[in-house]
């Protein structure tokens, strides 16, 4: 089933310095274009183009994008442009007995380790390969628990910053390379991402310095930092992170990891051509989704491509300490995909929605947005006719007020029904109806996703199959009107959900009806077969989520 919770990152408060670096002096800017450019970008290093020298990938540095990956030459989808065995990694705390801490494989037998009792492996050659690490980290990884719950600081986060202490210093050391080997990017590059620690709240930097201050006094001094040090690391790990998934479809990261590769060089876009995964081992991999033409850049999207675009880049702002430039974020708002994101269709031609300009990056800093800010009118995209602005927010406060009605329902009362009957609120689409939410407007995506779980939950699976597959046929017009990925694993999740609600329709029919039984699996069998199209793009041939699909298909063929 897919996970209908939202995991929000905390806000905040990034201080003048963001909000100075983010505002464009418009005099001072012309003033500086007249003078002769002598600032110089500083070189790559050599071993960063080594590293993904098999690949089809050109390493840039320019003052312009900074640094950044570019096609090498014309790529088709489904292309491997880098694969990188992290710094350092670790498995989630929910998932710490689960997953093997070395090849992340899901555990069928344990072994714990007996001293510190946090660290699991599936097998004595696991075990054996992590030994150099873990003799230098099992004291202070038994004491992250207890010093994140003292200091309110998360111990994944605690326990990361400790391994990868314990690999700078055995970067020190010489060590066997075995030959075909990904060996992990080595600690230096680390030190080469962008920690935000400036931007970082003080509060945060506060309760950091106490539980590395506690941590420190674990540690055996050979992998010991300064505590200013092991501050700035953990900045950078917030800033620079990426998460492991699954092998089984939970949808949901199991591990975290430093991969410096792929956070120095594959940057962010809101309408993205590449997609990283998760791999066996702590390794992370960039594919192409799309076709890429020669010297495009490679872009992946940190965040959900679904927001409209002031969500879109408040999260970015408050999370990544960047304002979105790409180039749909700097594309004419009535002319993107995003007016629909958070439109309200035009009472008089019915075509299109009235445009809510999006805000500025000193009003998104300030948590205010355009959509309450603008006193006047709101103007229709295609016949420009207005509205005042206070019909446009109607609309869109009702379904904000619906959908947290809803999911109070569910996550506070368990009530499954009443939670459906608010969200249907939102997802009943008029065909446009004047004054209306759009068909592609955000609530109603948000909304569809827990209202097709609340319907399984209620045991109405037809129901729940119809709205998945509205679910489906919403992200594949966004593909359609905004030109977004037609590919990703988001959607092949729901093709791989709506294949599982329809087995599970025909499992109930069996015995009964012969015909209609046959009529499910069939559909159910062409529901897989779209999943692993995709899957087959965005994680590759040889990835268990792929090979998980191959196996549901096998499955249902030999019940035809």
């Given at each position: 089933?897919?996970n209908?919770?939202?995991y929000?990152?905390?806000?905040v408060?990034?201080?003048e310095k963001?909000?100075?670096?983010?505002?464009?002096d418009?005099?001072k800017k012309?003033?500086?274009?007249n003078?002769?450019?002598?600032?110089?970008?500083?070189?790559?290093p050599p071993?960063?183009?080594?590293?993904?020298?098999?690949?089809p990938v050109?390493?840039?540095n320019s003052?312009?994008?900074g640094?950044?990956?570019?096609?090498?030459t014309?790529?088709?989808?489904g292309?491997t442009?880098c694969q990188?065995?992290a710094?350092?990694?670790v498995?989630r705390?929910?998932?710490?007995?689960q997953?093997?801490?070395?090849?992340?494989?899901d555990?069928k037998q344990k072994?714990?380790?007996s001293d510190c009792?946090?660290v699991?492996y599936?097998?004595q050659d696991?075990?054996?390969?992590?030994n150099?690490l873990?003799?230098?980290?099992?004291g202070?990884i038994?004491q992250?628990?207890?010093?994140?719950?003292?200091?309110d600081v998360d111990?994944?986060l605690?326990?990361?910053?400790?391994?990868l202490?314990?690999?700078?210093?055995?970067?020190?050391?010489?060590?066997?390379?075995?030959?075909g080997?990904?060996?992990?990017?080595p600690?230096?590059?680390?030190?080469?991402?962008?920690?935000h620690?400036d931007?970082?709240?003080?509060?945060f930097?506060?309760?950091?310095t106490?539980?590395?201050?506690?941590?420190l006094?674990?540690m055996?001094?050979?992998?010991q930092?300064s505590v200013?040090e092991?501050?700035t690391?953990?900045?950078?790990i917030?800033?620079?992170?990426?998460?492991?998934?699954?092998n089984?479809s939970?949808?949901?990261?199991v591990?975290?990891?430093?991969f410096?590769?792929?956070?120095?060089?594959?940057?962010h876009?809101?309408?993205?051509?590449?997609?990283?995964?998760?791999?066996?081992n702590?390794?992370?991999a960039f594919?192409?989704?799309r076709?890429?033409?020669k010297d495009?850049e490679?872009?992946?999207?940190?965040i959900?491509?679904?927001s409209?675009?002031?969500?879109r880049?408040?999260e970015l702002l408050?999370?990544?300490?960047?304002?979105?430039?790409?180039?749909?974020?700097?594309s004419?708002?009535?002319k993107s995909?995003?007016?629909?994101?958070?439109?309200?269709?035009?009472t008089?031609?019915?075509?299109?929605?009235?445009?809510v300009?999006?805000?500025s990056?000193?009003?998104?800093?300030k948590?205010?947005?355009?959509?309450?800010?603008?006193q006047?009118?709101?103007?229709?995209?295609k016949?420009?006719s207005e509205?005042p602005?206070d019909?446009?927010r109607?609309?869109?406060?009702?379904a904000?007020?619906a959908?947290?009605?809803?999911m109070s329902?569910i996550?506070?009362e368990?009530n499954?029904?009443?939670?459906?009957e608010?969200?249907?609120?939102i997802?009943?689409c008029?065909?446009?109806r004047g004054g209306?939410?759009?068909?592609?407007?955000a609530f109603?995506?948000?909304?569809?996703?827990?209202?097709?779980?609340?319907?399984r939950?209620?045991?109405d699976?037809k129901?729940?199959?119809e709205?998945?597959?509205?679910i489906?046929?919403m992200?594949?017009?966004y593909?359609?009107?905004?030109t977004?990925?037609?590919?990703s694993?988001?959607?092949?999740?729901?093709?791989?959900?709506?294949g599982e609600?329809i087995?599970?329709?025909?499992?109930?029919?069996k015995?009964r009806?012969f015909v209609?039984?046959k009529k499910?699996l069939?559909e159910?069998?062409?529901?897989?077969?779209h999943?692993?199209?995709?899957r087959?793009?965005v994680?590759g041939?040889?990835?268990?989520k792929?090979?998980?699909i191959?196996?549901?298909?096998?499955?249902?063929?030999s019940?035809l």
């Amino acid at each position: 089933m897919v996970n209908t919770e939202t995991y929000k990152i905390n806000p905040v408060d990034l201080g003048e310095k963001l909000d100075q670096s983010c505002n464009i002096d418009i005099k001072k800017k012309k003033k500086k274009s007249n003078k002769k450019k002598t600032a110089t970008v500083t070189p790559l290093p050599p071993y960063y183009e080594q590293a993904l020298a098999a690949y089809p990938v050109k390493l840039n540095n320019s003052k312009a994008k900074g640094r950044h990956a570019v096609a090498q030459t014309n790529l088709q989808e489904g292309i491997t442009l880098c694969q990188e065995q992290a710094t350092a990694f670790v498995v989630r705390l929910e998932y710490l007995d689960q997953q093997c801490h070395v090849c992340l494989s899901d555990l069928k037998q344990k072994m714990m380790c007996s001293d510190c009792k946090k660290v699991f492996y599936c097998s004595q050659d696991c075990l054996e390969k992590d030994n150099d690490l873990h003799v230098l980290v099992c004291g202070p990884i038994a004491q992250t628990e207890a010093i994140g719950q003292a200091t309110d600081v998360d111990a994944d986060l605690l326990r990361l910053m400790t391994i990868l202490m314990a690999r700078k210093y055995l970067d020190t050391q010489k060590q066997d390379n075995k030959e075909g080997v990904i060996q992990p990017t080595p600690y230096w590059c680390v030190e080469d991402l962008i920690s935000h620690r400036d931007n970082a709240e003080p509060a945060f930097i506060k309760v950091l310095t106490e539980a590395s201050q506690r941590l420190l006094m674990e540690m055996p001094k050979t992998i010991q930092f300064s505590v200013d040090e092991m501050v700035t690391l953990a900045c950078r790990i917030n800033s620079n992170a990426h998460g492991l998934g699954d092998n089984q479809s939970r949808n949901t990261d199991v591990a975290l990891g430093l991969f410096p590769l792929g956070a120095l060089f594959f940057n962010h876009g809101c309408n993205p051509n590449t997609a990283f995964i998760g791999l066996s081992n702590g390794q992370l991999a960039f594919r192409t989704i799309r076709p890429v033409s020669k010297d495009e850049e490679l872009i992946v999207s940190y965040i959900d491509i679904y927001s409209d675009r002031d969500e879109r880049r408040q999260e970015l702002l408050l999370s990544k300490h960047f304002w979105c430039k790409c180039k749909r974020c700097t594309s004419p708002i009535e002319k993107s995909v995003d007016r629909f994101l958070q439109g309200v269709v035009c009472t008089q031609c019915k075509d299109d929605v009235y445009v809510v300009p999006a805000t500025s990056v000193e009003h998104l800093l300030k948590g205010d947005r355009n959509l309450y800010l603008e006193q006047g009118s709101f103007k229709c995209a295609k016949c420009e006719s207005e509205i005042p602005c206070d019909q446009v927010r109607g609309p869109l406060e009702n379904a904000n007020k619906a959908y947290m009605l809803g999911m109070s329902a569910i996550r506070q009362e368990r009530n499954y029904r009443r939670g459906a009957e608010k969200l249907e609120q939102i997802t009943k689409c008029n065909n446009n109806r004047g004054g209306d939410l759009h068909a592609l407007n955000a609530f109603r995506l948000n909304s569809l996703i827990p209202l097709m779980n609340c319907k399984r939950h209620n045991s109405d699976l037809k129901g729940a199959i119809e709205v998945n597959k509205s679910i489906i046929a919403m992200m594949e017009q966004y593909a359609i009107e905004g030109t977004l990925p037609a590919n990703s694993s988001e959607i092949s999740d729901f093709w791989q959900n709506l294949g599982e609600l329809i087995s599970a329709m025909a499992n109930q029919t069996k015995g009964r009806s012969f015909v209609l039984e046959k009529k499910w699996l069939k559909e159910a069998r062409t529901a897989f077969s779209h999943a692993l199209k995709i899957r087959t793009v965005v994680f590759g041939e040889n990835h268990p989520k792929t090979k998980h699909i191959e196996k549901s298909i096998t499955a249902l063929t030999s019940l035809l």
